[in-house]
């Protein structure tokens, strides 16, 4: 069982940056893909970004050239750093593990084993 706890969620103005933090249990962290997932009021949650065990990513094009994933498995952490943050960036960010991936669309929601509680992000304009 891997718990995850997301942080780095708060409200900041059209244009400025945030960075969340996904801190994973687990002796097994490197070997798991990981993503951040969203999901908006009266919206479908969908992919922001993932990143595999191997350094591999996936972006939404959304959010392609603002927001960068990353990790650091002697922290067992994952990291998103979001700059340029719109108002349509606004929703709840969701951290989530994947204990195998496969095929072209690995990044699929429903291949995440595990989720973390979320944490909210508002962009105001």
């Known amino acids: 069982q891997v718990q995850l706890v997301e942080s780095g969620g708060g409200l900041v103005q059209a244009g400025g940056s945030l960075r969340l933090s996904c801190a994973a249990s687990?002796?097994?962290?490197?070997?798991?893909?990981m993503g951040w997932f969203r999901q908006a009021p009266g919206k479908q949650r969908e992919l922001v970004a993932a990143?595999?065990?191997?350094?591999?990513?996936k972006y939404a094009d959304s959010v392609k050239g603002r927001f960068t994933i990353s990790r650091d498995n002697l922290k067992n952490t994952v990291y998103l750093q979001m700059n340029s943050l719109k108002p349509e960036d606004t929703a709840v960010y969701y951290c989530?593990?994947?204990?195998?991936?496969?095929?072209?669309?690995?990044?699929?929601?429903?291949?995440?084993?595990?989720w973390g509680q979320g944490t909210q992000v508002t962009v105001s304009s």
């Open positions: 989530a593990a994947a204990n195998f991936v496969y095929g072209t669309r690995w990044y699929r929601e429903d291949l995440f084993d595990y």
């Open positions: 687990g002796r097994t962290f490197s070997s798991y893909t």
């Open positions: 990143i595999t065990s191997g350094g591999t990513t």
